[in-house]
């Protein structure tokens, strides 16, 4: 192959190029519209998007008298733990989150939700899912498009 027919084919490659079919450019576009419904549906209960995340990963790990801990909680939540340790800090300064010595690692910290956080993390769970089920309604298969984004995000078996 000559260096004008790999020139050639970087200019069809180019000419055939539109942000409107690409993948990813949409995925972007897409992601922040959600985002936005997800800021407004979230100011309700002066949450962020990241406190909601921390607060109820803990509310859902802990539901049935576990106590998680920020390691653990983080992971679930999908972000990095010394993030999550920021938020956790504000969330226990707001009284939703308490944390204590984790009776198995006493190097960790074993997450409780307060009653305040439990009642706050259901509202906002309620309001968030109506806020996903308006913008995902415009999806015929929601199935096969969660089975898609769990396989996008390396999280095929997730059934948490």
Do not use: C
Request: charged share 30%.
């Amino acid at each position: 192959m000559t260096d004008t027919d790999t020139d050639a084919d970087f200019r069809d490659a180019l000419r055939a190029h539109s942000a409107g079919r690409s993948l990813g450019f949409m995925l972007w576009h897409t992601t922040l519209r959600w985002q936005r419904g997800v800021d407004a549906a979230l100011s309700a209960y002066s949450l962020t998007h990241g406190q909601f995340l921390l607060l109820t990963s803990a509310w859902w790990l802990g539901r049935e008298g576990a106590e998680p801990n920020q390691r653990r909680v983080a992971e679930h939540a999908g972000v990095g733990e010394v993030m999550a340790s920021q938020i956790i800090r504000l969330l226990e300064r707001d009284g939703l989150i308490e944390r204590d010595v984790h009776p198995d690692d006493p190097r960790g910290k074993a997450l409780r939700v307060t009653d305040r956080g439990r009642e706050l993390a259901e509202k906002a769970v309620v309001a968030l899912d109506a806020w996903d089920a308006d913008f995902f309604g415009a999806i015929d298969d929601q199935s096969e498009l969660l089975a898609s984004l769990q396989a996008l995000a390396g999280r095929r078996n997730d059934a948490r």
